[in-house]
Each structure stands twice: as structure tokens, then as C-alpha cells.
């Protein structure tokens, strides 16, 4: 089945201005089959995810965090939750504001301490074509990392997979899907 998703976006449980509600419905207007919630660790309120279970929407809904970790300054990855596997995306190097060589120590640092699966290619959903090299041994994922409704659809990934959790991640770790751009 042919599935698109966004793999990156914030809410009012965070710092997003859209709620969960909100970022569903305007997701689901843009024709997407997936996304995932990663609000951040150290704003994240409580039980807001519980919401999750009570919406009624066709669309699969992952619930995560976007990591905060100190690797010679701080940076993020998201966890994303299937119902059996995890998948970790190094968020937005460019955003680092480092030469590409130390960007790439950074991330390579990141991972011998968690699992990275994939690295983020797009800072708020436009794209850094420089990441996109074999030097980075992961996955590249375009993401939108949206906060806002304009920021809703900028990147996404597509693949052809069973229409389930587990079935995406596992699409990703295997670099079986492509990026997409809106414009």
C-alpha cells in the first residue's frame, strides 16, 4: 500500500500552536496517511498524548519525543513508538550551525549512544541537499518538523508497505521510502 507521512510534528503539548485535534485534521486536508507527534521531552505535558486513543481519524497516529541530548551542546532526536519497534531520527543537523565534517563527529557521537536509524535532511521542512551524502551512514528522511499550520506538509517520506506501525518504521530503517518537497 502506497503511504505518506510526516515524521516530525509539534502540538500545543509542547511548543507546536495547533493541538493534537488540530494537527490531525490539518494533516488528514493535506492527504497524508501518517504522522508522528514527537513534542519535546523538556515541554511536554503530562498525559497529553492520552488524547491519542480517543480520536476518530483514519489517519495512524505515532506518539514520541523529540530527545533533547548534550553531545558538545544540545541537540535532538526523535523517538518515535510503533506498537513493537522504535525508530530514532537525528533531528535537523543544519541547524547545528557546524561545518559539515563536524556535524557528521556529532551525529556519528550520537550515535554510539542511542540507535540511530535515520538523519533528518530538511530544517523545517526545506531541504539541506548537503546531508545527503554517503559520509552519513543512516537513512535521509524530509521531514517538516512543524510547530505551525503553515509549517503542516512543507516534507514528508513516501513507501509502499503494509498500512501499520511497526510496518513504517520498519520501512525506514530500510531506506525504503522516498523524501517529497511541497512546491
Known sequence: ??????????TTCSDGNLSIKQVVAAYTGLGFDFIALTDHDYLMRNGCYDKVRYLKTDLIVFTGLELTVFEKGYLHVNRIDGDR??????????????????????????????????????????????????????????????????????????????????????????NAFWNCYAG
Open 1 to 10: 500500500m502506497h503511504l505518506k507521512g510526516a515524521l516530525h510534528v509539534h
Open 85 to 174: 519497534e522504535t525508530l530514532h531520527i537525528f533531528n535537523h543537523p543544519a541547524e547545528m550551525d557546524l561545518p559539515l565534517a563536524k556535524a557528521i563527529e556529532r551525529i556519528n557521537a550520537v550515535a554510539e549512544r542511542l540507535p540511530i536509524d535515520a538523519v533528518e535532511i530538511t530544517t523545517k521542512g526545506f531541504r539541506t541537499p548537503e546531508y545527503e551524502i554517503d559520509a552519513i551512514p543512516f537513512p535521509k528522511v524530509a521531514t517538516d518538523d512543524s510547530h505551525t499550520r503553515q509549517g503542516c506538509g512543507r516534507a514528508w517520506v513516501e513507501m509502499d508497505c503494509a498500512r501499520d506501525k511497526d510496518s513504517i518504521i520498519r520501512a525506514i530503517k530500510n
